[in-house]
């Protein structure tokens, strides 16, 4: 029997998939348990066109993202801030400062998509990557200087 899979089953498939496995299965523990409905052929129809519709979306996400990275790809952040004599900062300089000061720059990045090699202390040039996932990545530079 083809049933298309609503959650998630472990051995059986992921969400979305159309799936053949047992009538006695499907009947007594996907359908009760919500875990999948019957393939018919109006389901698979509306399946296949939801399908469709968020590769677009993907691809269209993809896009997006791949032109924001070529913008974004060797910029410098600058901060100025207080230090000690030593050259050491008064705090740290976060993922979330970047994102800010990045957004003020006009370019809207998640602060979890900011990696920092190590925590910035000292002043100086950093670098920061960028990660987007699917190998997309932009370096960025961070230039931190006494105030």
């Known amino acids: 029997m083809k049933v298309i899979l609503q959650k998630d089953v472990k051995d059986v498939g992921r969400v979305g998939e159309l799936v053949n496995v047992s009538e006695g299965f499907a009947r007594n523990f996907l359908f009760p348990r ?3 409905s019957e393939a018919t052929e109006k389901r698979v129809k509306e ?8 590769d677009t979306k ?7 993202r791949q032109a924001l990275l070529a913008k974004v790809n060797n910029v410098t952040v600058a901060f100025k801030l207080q230090a000690g004599e030593t050259d050491k900062l008064f705090g740290t300089v976060t993922t979330t400062d970047i994102s800010k000061e990045l957004q003020k ?5 998640d602060r979890r998509d900011i990696h920092l090699a190590e925590p910035i202390k000292i002043l100086g040039q950093h670098k ?3 990660h ?10 961070i230039s931190v200087d006494r105030a």
């Not at 993907?58 to 997006?64: N, P, Q, R, T, V």
């Not at 987007?132 to 530079?141: D, M, N, T, V, W």
């Open 58 to 64: 993907i691809k269209k996400a993809l896009a997006e």
């Open 132 to 141: 987007y996932g699917e190998g997309l990545e932009a370096k960025i530079q």
């Open 47 to 54: 399946y296949e066109h939801l399908k469709r519709v968020a």
């Open 34 to 36: 919500r875990l999948a």
């Open 105 to 109: 720059m006009g370019f809207a990045v």
């Open 128 to 130: 920061a990557v960028i």
